[in-house]
């Protein structure tokens, strides 16, 4: 990674951008693997643990033991491919918090760059997420999701721009999905997004 990762603002943003976490051309090529053998589940498994021992490393590492003061556990691994038909079939296309265990966060490592395809994730900060939570407006249910919350923010008085960060091939995105509402934005027509998602808690056991 190209700098150190200050905890002090993850802790207070509970949102975090790593970047360079992987090289390029190492992106380039798990992206060219996963497109030759998309059905092959041993090489897709190979993929994600070869990117989980290039990143879950130094400052990263440094600060996960922080955040759960000690060990933690990875889990939930994937690789996803987003086209621009994904709200059609991903209920992560609409506004959501995650339920689970406590302080849990998630990594998404972009393999290619938000400049490219569009496909953004999209968050509300922890102060509105809370009042549009309360508000009965993030329900658990996936099929009662909103695709846009911006109509909801403004009848509640609240400021309705959300947060981005401008991810580059081989950067991660690191966040507390379970403080902060966040959806994944669907491509452009023509494009893909392809990450590489990891779910990280305390030791579990």
């Not at 990875?74 to 992560?92: K, L, P, W």
């Amino acid at each position: 990674m190209e700098h150190h990762l200050d905890t002090k603002l993850f802790n207070s943003a509970q949102s975090i951008q790593l970047r360079s976490a992987l090289p390029s051309d190492l992106c380039d090529e798990f992206i060219t693997s996963y497109k030759q053998n998309s059905d092959n589940q041993t090489l897709i498994e190979e993929i994600i643990q070869s990117c989980r021992q290039a990143i879950f490393k130094g400052d990263l590492d440094e600060l996960l033991r922080e955040h759960f003061e000690g060990d933690y556990h990875i889990f939930c691994t994937s690789y996803d491919r987003v086209d621009s038909q994904a709200e059609d079939y991903s209920f992560n296309t609409y506004w959501h918090l995650d339920y689970g265990l406590r302080k849990s966060l998630k990594l998404f490592v972009y393999l290619n760059p938000v400049s490219e395809h569009g496909g953004n994730t999209l968050m509300i900060d922890q102060k509105r997420t809370e009042i549009v939570r309360d508000a009965g407006a993030l329900p658990i249910e996936q099929d009662k999701r909103h695709r846009d919350v911006a109509g909801i923010l403004q009848k509640l008085g609240l400021d309705t721009q959300v947060l981005a960060y401008d991810l580059k091939a081989g950067d991660a995105l690191l966040f507390s999905p379970f403080i902060l509402a966040h959806k994944c934005q669907p491509p452009r027509q023509g494009h893909e997004r392809h990450t590489i998602c990891y779910t990280i808690t305390p030791p579990i056991g």
